[in-house]
């Protein structure tokens, strides 16, 4: 395997969702600008480029976010119960406080409109650039030495008016950048046997969806498959 590849494909497997390990140390000359040219490099349906990235430093803000996200936490706690409960309890969901910025990425589905080369059967194809767009922040970050970590538990409408959003601008992510201590070598949520990863054979298939044994065997056992 040629050096580019061999960094790319370590840089995949080293990548983590942060939450514990961030410094809050600055972040180094020109990093923060590499990492964002790197998002704005991603592919996008039409080249519409349909990305905007708000860089929010601002303790005050933070703040706010975190306790939005606490609060949603709470609500998320309360449909939990037994084992399941136990697990969630002891994990962390955010670094809002911890890192050194944060990182809001939105979606503008105007942009480029009124024709979107490639969206008018897909009408979630500009979304999914945005994603991209993530996802090359994140590898980039990673391969600077920082922690990335995606923050779920907020409600749109609450970010849309804490960053003053225009109408028709979506927050698609509320990212927490910076240095960190230490990337974990396995997921929070393997750690914390909330969930384990699939193994690729269970999800590659060849020429027709067909499912994998594991999926079989439930469909069975629910009494929705086929007769013995």
Known sequence: MNPVAEALYRTIRQRRDVRGQFTGEPLGPGVLRRVLAAAHAAPSV????????????????????????????????????????ERFAEIKIDGVLESTLSLAVTYDASRGAPAVLGRHAIADAGLYSVCLAIENLWLAATAEGLGVGWVSFYQEAFVRELLGLPAGLRPVAWLCLGPVTHLESTPDLERHGWAHRRPLDAVVHHERWTPSPTEAEATVGNGTGPPD
């Open 46 to 85: 039409g080249l519409s480029q349909p990305w905007d990235f708000i860089l929010v430093a601002n303790a005050a803000t933070k703040a706010a976010l975190h306790a939005h996200v606490q609060h949603e936490r709470q609500v998320f706690a309360a449909t939990l119960s037994g084992e399941r409960a």
